[in-house]
C-alpha cells in the first residue's frame, strides 16, 4: 500500500474525529445535551428554489438526468456561473472560464496540481483549514505557513513577503475566513498583491493567488472584494455547500479569469489537472440546480442571530474572541495555552468546538455556530461553569 496515503487515512481529521464522538455521545445521553460545534455543516435548510429546480429536473429523461455531462461541466451550468458574476462583479467571464467541480475540496486540489510542480513552495496563512496541508502535500510541494497579525488576523503582508522565495509558487487565501471569520479588508488584499507583484519580478515567474471562497456570501455588513480585480494572477475556488446548504452534494466550481495572463494554457492545465485526479463530470442533478438557483440568497440571518448569542454569552462569561465579520466560525481564546487540555476540560462539560492545532495555530479553539440556536443558548450555562474552573 501507499504509506504515505496510509499516514493521511490513519491520522484521520480532527474536526470529523469530534464530529463522530459528538454523533456517538448524543446517542448516549440524548441530543440535547451534547453541544457540537465540531463541523461546518450548516442548519439553515437549502432555499425553497433548490427542491424546485431538482422537481424540475426529474422530468427529464432518465437518461439525459442520469448521464454523464461534458468534463468541465455542462455549458448552460458554466455560463450561468459566469453571468451571475459579471452581474456582481462588472466582468466579462464566459463559460470557457469555468470549470465545474465536485466542491471546493477538488476545486483546491485541481488548482495546486495545475499550478504547481513537485519540489515548489505553497503559503498558507496561519491559521488555517488543515487540509490544505494534504492538498498541497500530494501535489508533491511544501506547505509554507506564515501567521496572520494576531490581534486583526488579517493578512500580514511584511510576514509573506519574508516567506516568498524562488520556489513558491502559489499563496492561498481564504476569506471570509475559516476558521478566524475574518474578512480581508481591500487594503491587506492590496498590500498583499503588491508583495505578490514583487515577488514575481523578482524571481521570473508569476505567484499565484489562489482564493478558497465557500463563505463568500455569508457575512454581517463587511465588503469582500473581488479579487481578480485586485490581482491580476488570481485564480478562484468555490462551492455551494455553505451558500445554498449543499455540503453533501459536492458541487462548485474554479474560475480562471479570462484578464489573467496565459488564462486559456491555465484553462487546459486545470483542465488536465481534473481528469488526471479524477475529478470530472461534477454531479449532474446539482449542475442542473445552478442554472436555476445561482442567485439564490443565503440565508445568513439564523447565523447572525446565533453569532449575537453567542457571543454576548461569552463575553459575560469572560472569555475573548475575534469578532466575526463573516463565515459562521468563532475563534475563541483558551483559557491556558494548551488548546488540546482546554478541549479536554471544555469535552467534560458537553462541549464540543475544535481546538487550535489543527489549524496551525496554539491557544485557541473554533467554535461553529452553524447550529441550530437552542444548541447556543442551551450550551452558555457550559461555558460559564468552564470558565468558573478557571478562575
Same mark, same amino acid.
Given at each position: ?69 461534458? *468534463? !468541465?461541466?455542462? %455549458?448552460?451550468? =458554466? $455560463?450561468?456561473?459566469?453571468? #451571475?458574476? /459579471?452581474?456582481?462583479? @462588472?466582468?466579462? +467571464? &464566459? ?66 513577503? *519574508? !516567506?516568498?522565495? %524562488?520556489?513558491? =509558487? $502559489?499563496?492561498?487565501?481564504? #476569506?471570509? /475566513?475559516?476558521?478566524? @471569520?475574518?474578512? +480581508? &479588508? ?70 480562471? %479569469? ?13 483542465? @488536465? ?89 496554539? @491557544? ?28
Amino acid at each position: 500500500m501507499n504509506e504515505t496515503m496510509y499516514a493521511y487515512g490513519a491520522a484521520k481529521s480532527a474536526i470529523r474525529e469530534i464530529s463522530a464522538y459528538a454523533a456517538a455521545r448524543k446517542a448516549e445521553i440524548g441530543a440535547q445535551n451534547v453541544f457540537d460545534f465540531s463541523i461546518g455543516n450548516p442548519s439553515v435548510p437549502a432555499p425553497e428554489a433548490v427542491r424546485a429546480s431538482i422537481e424540475r429536473a426529474l422530468e427529464l429523461p432518465p437518461t439525459e438526468l442520469h448521464g454523464y455531462t461534458p *468534463a !468541465a461541466g455542462l %455549458p448552460a451550468a =458554466r $455560463a450561468a456561473v459566469a453571468a #451571475s458574476l /459579471n452581474r456582481r462583479f @462588472g466582468t466579462a +467571464y &464566459t463559460a470557457a472560464d469555468l470549470y465545474l467541480t465536485v466542491g471546493a475540496a477538488a476545486s483546491l486540489s485541481i488548482s495546486l496540481h495545475a499550478l504547481t510542480n513537485p519540489g515548489d513552495e505553497v503559503v498558507v496563512i496561519a491559521p488555517y483549514f488543515p487540509e490544505y496541508r494534504v492538498w498541497i502535500e500530494v501535489a508533491g510541494c511544501t506547505c509554507v505557513e506564515v501567521s496572520a497579525d494576531p490581534e486583526t488576523f488579517q493578512v500580514d503582508a511584511a510576514a509573506v513577503a *519574508a !516567506a516568498v522565495g %524562488p520556489r513558491t =509558487r $502559489a499563496v492561498i487565501v481564504n #476569506s471570509p /475566513n475559516n476558521p478566524t @471569520g475574518a474578512v +480581508y &479588508t481591500r487594503a491587506t488584499l492590496e498590500a498583499l498583491a503588491q508583495v505578490l507583484r514583487d515577488a514575481s519580478a523578482a524571481h521570473g515567474q508569476p505567484v499565484y493567488l489562489i482564493c478558497d471562497e465557500p463563505y463568500r456570501e455569508i457575512t454581517y455588513g463587511a465588503e469582500v472584494p473581488w479579487v481578480p480585480g485586485i490581482y491580476e494572477h488570481t485564480v478562484v475556488c468555490y462551492s455551494y455547500s455553505k451558500s445554498l446548504s449543499l455540503p453533501g452534494e459536492r458541487i462548485g466550481w474554479v474560475l480562471v %479569469p479570462n484578464t489573467m495572463p496565459d488564462a486559456e494554457r491555465l484553462m487546459a492545465a486545470v483542465a @488536465g489537472a481534473g481528469r488526471a485526479l479524477g475529478f470530472v463530470c461534477a454531479p449532474a442533478l446539482f449542475q442542473r440546480v445552478l442554472v436555476d438557483c445561482v442567485d439564490e440568497p443565503s440565508d445568513v440571518a439564523a447565523y447572525a442571530r446565533n453569532r449575537e448569542a453567542l457571543t454576548a454569552g461569552l463575553a459575560r462569561a469572560g472569555y475573548t474572541y475575534v469578532e466575526p465579520d463573516g463565515a459562521f466560525y468563532l475563534w475563541v481564546r483558551a483559557l491556558e495555552p494548551d488548546a488540546e487540555a482546554f478541549f479536554a476540560r471544555a469535552r467534560a462539560h458537553e462541549l464540543l468546538p475544535v481546538p487550535s492545532t489543527s489549524f496551525g495555530a496554539p @491557544g485557541w479553539v473554533r467554535v461553529s455556530y452553524c447550529v441550530p440556536y437552542e444548541t447556543i443558548t442551551g450550551s452558555l450555562p457550559a461555558w460559564e461553569a468552564l470558565a468558573a474552573e478557571y478562575r
